[in-house]
């Protein structure tokens, strides 16, 4: 069935440090691809999404290609802030107009 | 402002009790969403619905209802066959054939 794949958590990084995050997701059709946040006690946010191969979304110096090739959708940023610890979900679209999430990476950023 | 709601934001039940967690939007979405969230389990979908009068078991639909008799409003009870009920609860809401969806702030519920 469809399904998201992301890195364990949590990340631990120093400020100013380059991010990366980690999703891959099963081919299953042409999937919408998305990444959201979520900040502690708080509902999702969404951060980017991609809609078709070799897209790149992109929000708040966050970055994130469609690559088909490798089923791939890895979360970037060139230098994290503190504000940037949360929780980011990689989440993908099925046909039944549902979305399926990774299990979340949790960021730490420490100044 | 256009958003989800849900309230309340945390709630208390006692074991055995049903407890029906609030859900309205304003942003005119056909289809709405019930989630839950477990530390290191990511979200699980409960229920959903895409358009009024009707609605689809998720994946985990077992001890939960909902109804949807309005647009703007996606009810959940959890109910007294929910074995394990201590969750955070996520709603979310989108338009027709977009798998992009908006998030409610969430209701916390803990069976005490």
């Known amino acids: 069935g469809d399904s998201v794949t992301q890195m364990e958590g949590p990340v631990t990084l120093s400020e100013e440090a380059f991010l990366t995050i980690n999703c891959t997701y099963t081919a299953t059709g042409y999937p919408s691809l998305f990444w959201y946040v979520q900040y502690p006690g708080e509902g999702l946010q969404l951060l980017l999404k991609a809609t078709k191969a070799d897209d790149k979304g992109s929000n708040k110096g966050f970055e994130a290609t469609y690559r088909k090739e490798t089923t791939s959708f890895h979360l970037e940023k060139g230098s994290v802030q503190v504000s940037d610890s949360a929780v980011y979900f990689c989440?993908?679209?099925?046909?039944?107009?549902?979305?399926?999430f990774g299990t979340g990476t949790r960021l730490l950023v420490s100044p | 402002d256009g958003g989800i709601t849900q309230s309340p934001k945390y709630l208390f039940r006692k074991e055995g009790q049903n407890v029906t967690l609030s859900c309205e939007q304003n942003l005119n979405h056909d289809a709405m969403y019930w989630y839950r969230q477990d530390p290191g389990q990511g979200l699980r979908l409960i229920y959903y619905?895409?358009?009024?009068?009707?609605?689809q078991k998720g994946d985990i639909a077992e001890g939960y209802s909902v109804s949807r008799e309005k647009k703007e409003s996606f009810p959940l009870t959890v109910t007294s066959a929910q074995k394990n009920p201590t969750a955070f609860y996520l709603c979310?809401?989108?338009?027709?054939?977009?798998?992009?969806?908006?998030f409610g702030q969430g209701t916390r519920l803990t069976v005490v």
């Open positions: 979310a809401s989108s338009t027709a054939g977009n798998t992009e969806a908006f």
């Open positions: 619905s895409q358009i009024v009068n009707d609605f």
């Open positions: 989440a993908r679209g099925t046909g039944f107009q549902k979305l399926v």
